[in-house]
């Protein structure tokens, strides 16, 4: 069984948790204020692969430590969820923050790594609250370009009224993430493949000088 790590990142009010427990549960909850970080799990099948789902939704609560709350998920997640609402901008301009922080730390952690594959781990940028379009602060246009600027998908849901589109976009990047997993072994495999026949080359090489 595969194990699928995603962290699902926001301000608060943006309604992330309702978004996750909308997938997990098929309900809505409504808006609740969490000051606690909390650890989903699911097992669930996609194109007939089992899998063992854990979702880390940390505390939304702004303060000067902010960037230091980022800092366990971005280290442990295969792979984000970053959630704003329509109707607040400023949980927008929160959401292209975190998207960058993602990106810088995953520089940090791959120097070294000569392929942009490793930093560019799956994200979905997700605008929530489409129900309140008519309140809207933030167009489609300006989220579908901040998540083209970061290479990632983007999606507008309402956790109130749908489950399919948020059934949809977790689905696309729980497969996102295992294609991006396989890449990464594969690439691992391929690197100590190499070091082998590096280290069984100069060994042999040296025995022939030897000679």
Same mark, same amino acid.
């Given at each position: ?8 990142? @926001? /301000? &608060?009010? +943006?309604?992330?948790?309702? =978004?996750? !427990? ?89 120097? @070294? /790594? &000569?392929? +942009?594959?490793?930093?560019? =781990?799956? !994200? ?88």
């Amino acid at each position: 069984m595969n194990d699928i790590k995603l962290a699902l990142l @926001g /301000s &608060e009010g +943006a309604g992330k948790s309702a =978004v996750l !427990v909308r997938f997990l549960t098929r309900r809505f909850i409504g808006e609740y204020a969490s000051n606690t970080n909390s650890l989903y799990h699911k097992r669930l099948s996609i194109d007939g692969r089992q899998l063992n789902l854990e979702v880390f939704d940390p505390c939304s609560e702004q303060s000067s430590e902010a960037r230091c709350i980022l800092e366990e998920p971005v280290d442990w997640a295969d792979g984000f969820v970053v959630v704003y609402n329509i109707s607040d901008r400023s949980s927008f301009i929160r959401a292209k923050n975190i998207l960058l922080q993602i990106r810088e730390a995953r520089v940090d952690n791959c120097k @070294g /790594s &000569e392929a +942009a594959h490793d930093v560019e =781990v799956p !994200v979905c940028l997700v605008g929530n609250k489409q129900d309140l379009c008519h309140i809207r602060q933030v167009c489609e246009d300006e989220g579908r370009c901040l998540a083209q600027e970061n290479h990632c998908n983007f999606q507008e849901v309402s956790a109130a009224e749908s489950y399919q589109d948020i059934g949809n976009l977790f689905t696309q990047l729980i497969r996102q993430v295992m294609e991006h997993l396989k890449y990464r072994a594969d690439r691992r495999r391929y690197s100590g493949s190499k070091s082998m026949a590096k280290l069984i080359n100069n060994v042999f090489g040296k025995r022939r000088k030897s000679v």
